[in-house]
């Protein structure tokens, strides 16, 4: 095997200026989430709050440090470290984990009445080890210290010290499948990875300490202009009601209206409107085309009166359960396909890991393969260990994280390949097992671990192989060894769980969760369990049947997209089509989908690149609004001013 390079380009100041940043925006992204019942800075793929923290770097921070002194300011790769810290920073202190994590190990015992039963049903099959102990200071978290009063921040270290040691490995497994899949994603495949274009306009051609020619593009600042005066006038309507506003949905959809189908608002989000612009045609198509397509399917069951009356997580709230299925049974092909394609790579990705100095050169990557390998397995071993000691039972572990692997690398390839801003699995991976294998396996033990598997699973719309396979795409752009790059996305990980811990507990003793919008809101999923245990579930048969005709269609697509050159959909945009999300997303997608056939159509190439920095800025824009309307509501005083979802 070749010599590792000897130098590497990122240098412990820029990992220092990345370990700050990060703590900044874990300590703002919960903040601005509850506090401010704001735009959120950290929920789905399209990571804002690392765009913001990045653009505030390039443009100001680094640009005055650059004025003070040339040797101040962080070059090129630094940058890019940064970035990648931020990305990773971003998927922990809110609903990702953090919060959920919080209101799940205290929820129950708060929440505990003669009413619901939770103390026979719940309590006495939680281990002792995953929640805090301190009755007192469960209850001041929800209601606020009495006056006087500090916070107990001894009360949540043990529960916290065992969930951050799970998260890590978690993180470190996902981070391992990644790095394996890196190259046969970037280099074999050629994935776009439109999430990495912004920031690396951002620092496109310039030296250190200096603006970026991508600054100085006037259709950027044109773009950049849009969602910013636009959104502004919602923002200044929240203050003075007579101000116009152009909301971010721009209209309220009933499908069908003579049945029971849940109204979706149409949304207009620029910055989903710029991401779209940047990936290939037949994806785009696909997103909107299979949205619509399900939107039939949805209504003709509904009026036919033919679909299954099985009950669902909240999660799936407007989803036929038959529809669910059959994008399940299409989520594992299309994950299983991809892995089939790239047979050739991982065989060589496990004989480097056996053999490292007769396989393939790996001294670029993140890792050695051989570290990235072994380092699968023993997360996953120690991933196994952990759910078993907490309850679930050990047959039950193997098909839990089969699902939950193929749910990561579904929305990591997704995102990567389609550019979707907000994406998450069909069917959360815990209903999964309680749908496909029934309640009486789990027992009463193992049904209370499962709810705890929601603390990691319920929102898999931003984690960290999402924000490592971004990151590594970032780092191609860099030659040397990016090894210490792996550290710096350690660090980043548990500068989040120290800075949203604190914000998060912080918030919660000082106001009271309860007062705090969506803060307390997970402690809920408990109720929603109860109905699980008065009434058990056997193994849903009808929902195998449609997920293996999902699977059978995603099949077929995956074939037509191989063996016809002429087809123009592609199998990306058949998982998608059912969940809720993508009904956010659609008409941005369409929208994006015409613009660039349109402008391909008349201009060509050439026009399509004269004009990216235009939908550029229409990112940029929106994101940055929306921080500088949380600034204004914490200077005065406001809450509840959500600019944008995206």
Known sequence: ?????????????????????????????????????????????????????????????????GLIKRQFALGRADLILVYSMLLMAVTLPTYNFLNYLIGMISGPYYMASPENNFAEVYLPYISDWMVPQDEQAIFALYEGLPSGQSIPWAAWIEPLSHWFAFFLCLSFMMICMATILHRQWSVHERLSYPMTQLPLQM???????????????????????????????????????????????????????DINTWGEGLALSYAWLGFFYLVDLNISLSIWFFFLIGKFQDGLFRTLGIHSTEQLSQYEYSQLADLTHQAVGASIVFVLFGLWTARHHLRDVVATAWRPASGVDDSEELMSYRLAFFGLIASL?????????????????????????????????????????????????PY?????????????????????????????????????????????????????????????LVCSMIGGTMMNLH????????????????????????????????????????????????????????????????????????GWLTSEIWFAAMLAYLCKLTILHFGGPKLYRILKPFFLGLILGEVSVAAFWAIIDTLLGGSGNVITYM
């Not at 260990?385 to 690398?409: A, D, E, Q």
């Not at 059978?552 to 089509?577: D, I, N, S, T």
Request: charged share 10%.
């Open 1 to 65: 095997m070749p010599p590792e390079p000897a130098k590497s380009p990122f240098t412990f100041k820029g990992i220092v200026v990345g370990a700050v940043f990060s703590l900044l925006v874990s300590l703002c992204a919960p903040f601005v989430v509850f506090m401010l019942q704001a735009s959120s800075m950290g929920i789905n793929s399209s990571s804002p709050g690392a765009i913001f923290f990045f653009f505030v770097l390039t443009l100001f921070v680094n640009v005055v440090l």
């Open 203 to 257: 620092i496109e051609g310039t030296s250190p300490g200096r603006v970026a020619p991508f600054f100085l593009n006037k259709l950027m600042w044109l773009g950049f202009a849009v969602p910013f005066i636009l959104f502004s006038f919602s923002g200044l309507n929240h203050y003075l009601p007579v101000v116009p506003e152009f909301p971010f949905y721009i209209a309220w959809i009933h499908w069908f209206r």
């Open 381 to 429: 071993l120690f991933v196994c260990f952990w759910l078993w000691r907490s309850g679930l039972p050990p047959v039950v572990i193997p098909v839990f994280l089969f699902i939950c692997l193929i749910y990561y690398i579904l929305i990591t390839r997704v995102v990567s390949a389609g550019g979707v801003p907000t994406a998450r699995p069909p069917l959360v991976a």
């Open 432 to 492: 999964f097992i309680i749908s496909g294998l029934g309640t009486s396996i789990l027992g009463a033990k193992g049904m209370v671990a499962l709810c705890f598997t929601m603390v990691w699973q319920a929102e898999m719309r931003l984690f960290p192989m999402l924000a490592c396979a971004n990151a590594l795409k970032l780092a191609e752009s860099i030659r040397g060894s990016k090894r210490r790059l792996l550290l710096a996305l350690l660090l980043a």
């Open 507 to 578: 918030l919660g003793y000082t106001y009271g969760g309860i007062n705090l919008g969506s803060y307390a809101g997970f402690g809920g999923n408990w109720d929603l369990w109860l109905s699980l245990v008065h009434n058990p579930r056997e193994v849903d048969v009808r929902g195998w049947i449609f997920t293996g005709g999902g699977a059978a269609f995603e099949a077929f697509l995956m074939v037509a997209q191989k063996r016809w050159y002429w087809w123009p959909f592609h199998p990306l945009g058949f998982p998608l089509a059912i």
